[in-house]
């Protein structure tokens, strides 16, 4: 199933992760404004044909912009290099998806320099790659400029085993209610991590030397013996979503962690909790609606100015 809400949430980092600026945000913000060309087109092209080459694209890109607009909001700091800059911080040692960013900004610089920002490019192309992935299109306002700011030291994001109480909390202080947080995490359903993060729940749960009891026993053998064996050479990949839907976006997680087949502790935790769990089953039966968009409303612009 293509969702609806899903799509409407994805696109709230772009809404509601904001620091108050005066910039307004709009809809066919650059129309107009590229000589002849359609900026939003040349971004759509760009990331067809990288999602044509590699799907998990699309993983990369929400990310990205996950990692970016938590920060200081979507201002692209993320992009900035520098010794201390937010890529030297651990969380974002993985993210990926900057070749891409930097591939559609020279194509626009090329079209009307100076005009599009990397802040917009990323909130853009997000979207572009999460409807190539099955997700339902929806728009999204650009008009953000590029911070200048980018500290290791501000990066501030969830552990994988932060407790659902924890959680609750850690995104309310960013604008988000516990509906909120159930979904945007439901961007895992095309999202990937490492053996290493869960070897943990595989083989040594609280150091009792077993796997952890809530998780599905005939999954964690599958994990065990084909994804994360004990003496692995690499530190394997392991998907958060049932690998036959990993590259699409659908309700396919929320199915998964109801089975108690979540790879993340929190993500099977959303499962358990009583305050997220009726959340997920709701979600999981195809039910997927927002009662109305979020962060739209004065000061919840995304953007921050230079």
């Known amino acids: ?20 600026c005066q ?37 990369g890109l929400l990310r990205l912009q996950f990692h970016d607009c938590f920060v200081r909001g979507c201002d692209a700091s993320l992009l900035l290099d520098g010794p201390t800059s937010e890529k030297t911080a651990f969380p974002n040692l993985t993210v990926f998806g900057y070749d891409l960013i930097d591939q559609i900004k020279a194509a ?33 306002q650009l008009g953000r400029r590029d911070g200048t700011v980018s500290q290791a030291s501000l990066v501030n994001l969830p552990a994988p085993e932060i407790s659902v109480a924890a959680a609750i909390q850690f995104y309310a202080q960013r604008g988000f209610g516990t509906r909120d947080m159930v979904l945007l995490l439901g961007v895992h359903t095309v999202g990937v991590t490492h053996c290493s993060i869960v070897n943990n729940r595989l083989y040594n749960w609280n150091g ?22 004990i003496g692995q050479t690499f530190d394997n990949f392991v998907f958060l979503d049932d690998p036959s839907s990993v ?22 935790a959303l499962a358990l909790d009583p305050t997220t769990k009726p959340i997920v ?17 004065p000061g919840q612009n995304g953007c921050v100015q230079v």
Not at 116 to 138: F, H, M, N
Not at 208 to 228: H, I, R, T, W
Not at 281 to 297: D, E, M, R, S, V
Request: glycine content about 8%.
């Open 208 to 229: 009792s030397g077993k796997p952890e009891p809530n998780m599905d026993p005939f999954y964690v053998m599958v994990l065990q013996n084909v994804a994360c064996p």
């Open 23 to 59: 910039a307004s945000l709009q809809y066919g913000f650059y129309k107009g404004k590229c000589k002849n060309q359609d900026v939003e087109t040349i971004i759509r092209n760009i990331v067809t044909a990288s999602w044509f080459g590699d799907q998990k694209i699309v993983a």
């Open 108 to 140: 626009l610089e090329s079209a009307c320099p100076g005009v599009v920002s990397c802040a917009d490019i990323i909130i853009a192309a997000t979207r572009d790659a999460v409807v190539l992935a099955g997700g339902q299109k929806y728009e999204v």
């Open 281 to 297: 089953q709701q979600l999981a039966g195809n039910n997927w609606t927002l009662p109305h968009p979020i962060g739209q409303g």
């Open 247 to 268: 590259l699409k976006v659908d309700n396919s997680y929320y199915n998964q962690l109801l089975r108690k087949r979540g790879i993340l502790p929190i993500d099977q």
């Open 1 to 20: 199933m293509v969702s609806r809400g899903a799509a409407v949430i994805f696109a709230l980092l772009a809404l509601n992760l904001a620091v108050s």
